[in-house]
């Protein structure tokens, strides 16, 4: 194949230099890649971020278990000051049972009283003598009406 370019007329056919050379030395190195520079400098900075969160955070803020035993402790007041209203209203109504109970009582009380009062006064009656009043009156004979009759006996309840 070098033949054939050696025919060809667009070829151009070095020429042999004058000048003396001195042997090059060439290193040929991988080339390198900054990829893995971005991707280190990226974790550093997520490191660095992540430290200054840490230490910046405030430290007194309640955690979920603290939240929770708050509702927690909570909750339990709130039952209690049911379970202690309940107790009042209990109480409250047992009063007025017994407050309702003495007024019943009260006016059996009252009404026996009453009939003592009343069996008294029978039998008082029954044992005291009659007692007669006499006075003068006129009697005028009526014209055409009816005749009265009265009693001079005591009477019940008088």
């Known amino acids: 194949m070098d033949d054939f370019k050696r025919d060809d007329p667009n070829v151009i056919t070095p020429i042999g230099s004058t000048v003396r050379r001195a042997p090059e030395t060439i290193i040929v190195e991988?080339?390198?890649?900054?990829?893995?520079?971005?991707?280190?400098?990226?974790?550093?900075?997520?490191?660095?971020?992540?430290l200054i969160y840490i230490l910046t955070r405030p430290a007194d803020g309640p955690t979920d278990a603290e939240l929770r035993v708050a509702q927690a402790e909570a909750a339990a007041d709130n039952a209690r000051q049911t379970?202690?209203?309940a107790l009042v209203q209990n109480q409250?109504?047992?009063?007025?049972?017994?407050?309702?109970?003495?007024?019943?009582?009260?006016?059996?009380?009252r009404a026996e009283a009453i009939r003592a009062q009343a069996e008294a006064r029978v039998a008082e009656a029954r044992a005291s003598e009659p007692v007669v009043v006499?006075?003068?009156?006129?009697?005028?004979?009526?014209?055409?009406?009816?005749?009265?009759?009265t009693s001079t006996t005591p009477q019940p309840g008088n």
């Open 92 to 109: 409250i109504s047992s009063t007025r049972d017994s407050v309702a109970i003495a007024q019943a009582q009260s006016a059996t009380a």
């Open 134 to 149: 006499e006075r003068q009156t006129v009697v005028t004979p009526p014209t055409n009406s009816a005749a009265v009759v």
């Open 30 to 50: 991988r080339e390198r890649t900054t990829a893995l520079w971005w991707v280190v400098g990226i974790l550093l900075a997520a490191v660095v971020f992540g």
């Open 83 to 85: 379970a202690e209203a």
